[in-house]
T-cell receptor, first 112, second 119 residues
Framework: LAKTTQPISMDSYEGQEVNITCSHNNIATNDYITWYQQFPSQGPRFIIQGYKTKVTNEVASLFIPADRKSSTLSLPRVSLSDTAVYYCLVGDKGGNNRKLIWGLGTSLAVNP | DSGVTQTPKHLITATGQRVTLRCSPRSGDLSVYWYQQSLDQGLQFLIQYYNGEERAKGNILERFSAQQFPDLHSELNLSSLELGDSALYFC??????????????????FGAGTRLSVL
């Protein structure tokens, strides 16, 4: 069964770049790695996804090494409104019963 | 607003009871996912339906069941409730432009959740 590991919490200051790494082994060979953001009392919201190398959109970048055993979400110049929990999501590798494996989430606190 | 509607927002019930949570997906989305989120266990994937059929199964208890109807709305039934079932239950939907096995690829849109309290 695939397993993911993320830091439980991180602290940062406004304007800094924040990098959150998720380690994941035994993930599905052809599936994507996806990251979500969750604010209190709301459902998670999609941020970014990728298969390998680097992907960038208007809010974040995602770095995935060739072995795909980890991925790093990069948030450039964070603001107070980026305070949230960030989850990585992968697909499990084995069998016919596919499972979605979510990390436990990284609680990011952005300070003034 | 994600376009995914969950009802009710809050539910308070007693141990041993049965409840039904309802989810209406975004217009055009064929997949529905159910999740349980509690403080000590994070976001737990329960089950996914695609166009009425079960597609992927997570750590769903035998006391829980779900189905997706022809109009694509879904219901999660929780029976013989225990105190430990108290949690936030989320539904999500996705369009699934690709078929098959790449389930993490499909971008999910989440509802606001149903908060279940079992007393």
């Amino acid at each position: 069964l695939a397993k993911t590991t993320q830091p439980i919490s991180m602290d940062s200051y406004e304007g800094q770049e924040v990098n959150i790494t998720c380690s994941h082994n035994n993930i599905a060979t052809n599936d994507y790695i996806t990251w979500y953001q969750q604010f209190p009392s709301q459902g998670p919201r999609f941020i970014i996804q990728g298969y390998k190398t680097k992907v960038t959109n208007e809010v974040a970048s995602l770095f995935i090494p060739a072995d795909r055993k980890s991925s790093t979400l990069s948030l450039p110049r964070v603001s107070l409104s980026d305070t949230a929990v960030y989850y990585c999501l992968v697909g499990d590798k084995g069998g016919n019963n596919r499972k979605l494996i979510w990390g436990l989430g990284t609680s990011l606190a952005v300070n003034p | 607003d994600s376009g995914v509607t969950q009802t009710p927002k809050h539910l308070i019930t007693a141990t041993g009871q049965r409840v039904t949570l309802r989810c209406s997906p975004r217009s055009g989305d064929l997949s529905v996912y159910w999740y349980q989120q509690s403080l000590d266990q994070g976001l737990q994937f329960l089950i996914q339906y695609y166009n009425g059929e079960e597609r992927a199964k997570g750590n769903i208890l035998e006391r829980f069941s779900a189905q997706q109807f022809p109009d694509l709305h879904s219901e999660l039934n929780l029976s013989s409730l225990e105190l430990g079932d108290s949690a936030l239950y989320f539904c999500a939907s996705s369009r699934d432009p690709t078929s098959g096995r790449d389930i993490a690829k499909n971008i999910q849109y989440f509802g606001a959740g149903t908060r279940l309290s079992v007393l």
